[in-house]
């Protein structure tokens, strides 16, 4: 509290000496020095003239012929009318507005403005009292294959629309709606039961967004949305909250809480299920099949070498190896010098492995 009371005073008393150290006698900001115009009252321009002292015709700090002083942004200042339309200048958004044609309060005529809502089903026009865009439902309008216009919105044709349920979720984490929806030409309402702060974002839409507004009390946002009918709709908006209710074409569609079940789609899951099986069973069979191969391809390979082998060799080969290992000799160390001694390594093996077997 003492600190809000502290500062303006510090400020009153530096502005006191500034202004005392830089004179200023009729107190409107601008230094004797610099200042054209003395005893000036209300507010004054750059030279430090008032607008009544600006009515001059002479001096640099005259308002022209053509001109007249207005007090604005706490100055007095000279504006014009250049393009005649009644609106100055200064508030004038559109220069070189046609002579004689009416504009609206920012300057603008008919001929100035672009009336486009890139709405197929309205006749865009500009008019009126106000010279604003106007814009007409038509329903007798065209917009595109197999649609027509209802109420301003281009939909589907009846025989056109498939059976695909339309609902929407809402992401807490990442504060994102998606509206889910059978094909693309609907008008999207979402509520809200706040104002809606935030500006509006709309990250992604498998549908063109024709248009996209907030009504007065930012409580509904209303989208116009038109794609391929072969994609289905999705569109996603980034919002703080979460809607309270969202409609299609004026008619409300369910929120998903869980991941949706397709209507009349059991038949598909069983079919899922049969061919998993299908497959698990196919895969263990071809295990099987391997491992039978396998064994039998060990077997053969055994039955081979061991008619490849010369027993009185073995024999001798294994009366070897058992006089070497009680003599503290290891198998590779018996094995390795075996092989020097030109014996072959499958013989080598074999009298090792009758060994094994014995013991």
Known sequence: MKKTIIYPLIILVLATVVFSIVPDDDTDG????????????????????????????????????DEICIEHDFQARCVGDDDGDDIYDLFDKCSRTPIGELVDTHGCGCSQKTCNDFNLCTDDSC????????????????????????????????????????????DSEKHEVR?????????I??????????????????????????????TMLTLVVEGDPKVR??????????????????????????????????????????????????VVLSMRRHEEELVSSIKK?????????????????????TTNLRRGYTEKQIRDELLRDGWKKHMVDFAFNSLRRRQ
């Open 179 to 187: 509206i889910f929806y059978d094909h693309s030409g609907h008008t």
């Open 30 to 65: 601008i230094p004797n020095t610099e200042d054209r115009c003395a005893d000036s009252e209300g507010f004054v321009g750059t030279y430090g003239c008032s607008c009544s002292q600006k009515a001059c015709s002479d001096d640099e700090w005259c308002c022209k012929a």
């Open 301 to 321: 390979e055994e039955i081979k070498i061991e008619k490849e082998v010369d027993l009185e060799a073995v024999l001798q080969l294994k009366m070897y190896i």
């Open 127 to 170: 008019g009126g009292e106000n010279i604003e865009c106007i814009f007409t439902n038509n329903d007798e309008n065209e917009c595109g294959e197999n649609k027509h216009c209802q109420n301003g919105v281009c939909v589907w044709n009846e025989e056109e629309r498939n059976s695909e349920i339309s609902y929407w979720d809402y």
């Open 233 to 282: 709709g999705i569109t996603t908006i980034k919002t703080m909250q979460k809607p309270e209710s969202i409609n299609i074409d004026k008619v409300e569609i369910f929120e998903l809480k869980e991941s949706p079940s397709p209507r009349n789609h059991i038949w598909l899951y069983l079919i899922a299920i049969m061919i998993m099986l299908v497959i698990l069973l196919v």
């Open 189 to 218: 309402e979402v509520f809200f039961e706040e104002p809606f702060q935030e500006d509006v974002v709309i990250l992604d839409s498998t549908s063109d967004v024709l248009s996209y507004n907030l009504n007065e009390d930012k």
